[in-house]
């Protein structure tokens, strides 16, 4: 398994940004696809983003699209997720995972590999 570690999380006022970013070690980072996931209190882990081996196809949900961005660098084994016009529902535990499957999935089940979690919180 890939192993990863995320850095970038935070606090920050309602509209600003943040960048997270999580390095990866331990395989061949572009045999993976990489997503980012998120963890509210009280609430199931949810997909954000994902991006395919290349990087050339991404995916968000529904509450982040045209918000955030998602991006990865094969030659440094990084992924990193920006985020902006943040919103105090954005508040979470956010998750870098590895997906060793063939198919580009954003399903929680597709990925086997995870980092420990950053916190992000947005104030109103």
């Known amino acids: 398994q890939v192993q990863l570690v995320e850095s970038g999380g935070g606090l920050v006022q309602a509209g600003g940004s943040l960048r997270l970013s999580c390095a990866a070690s331990?395989?061949?980072?572009?045999?993976?696809?990489m997503g980012w996931f998120r963890q509210a209190p009280g609430k199931e882990r949810e997909s954000v983003a994902v991006i395919n081996w290349s990087g050339d196809l991404t995916r968000y949900s529904d509450s982040v699209k045209g918000r955030f961005t998602i991006s990865r660098d094969n030659a440094k084994n990084t992924v990193s997720l920006q985020m902006n016009s943040l919103k105090p529902e954005d508040t979470a535990v956010y998750y870098c995972?590895?997906?060793?499957?063939?198919?580009?999935?954003?399903?929680?089940?597709?990925?086997?590999?995870w980092g420990q979690g950053a916190q992000v919180t947005v104030s109103s």
């Open positions: 331990g395989r061949t980072f572009s045999d993976y696809v």
């Open positions: 995972a590895a997906s060793s499957s063939v198919v580009f999935s954003s399903r929680l089940d597709a990925f086997g590999s």
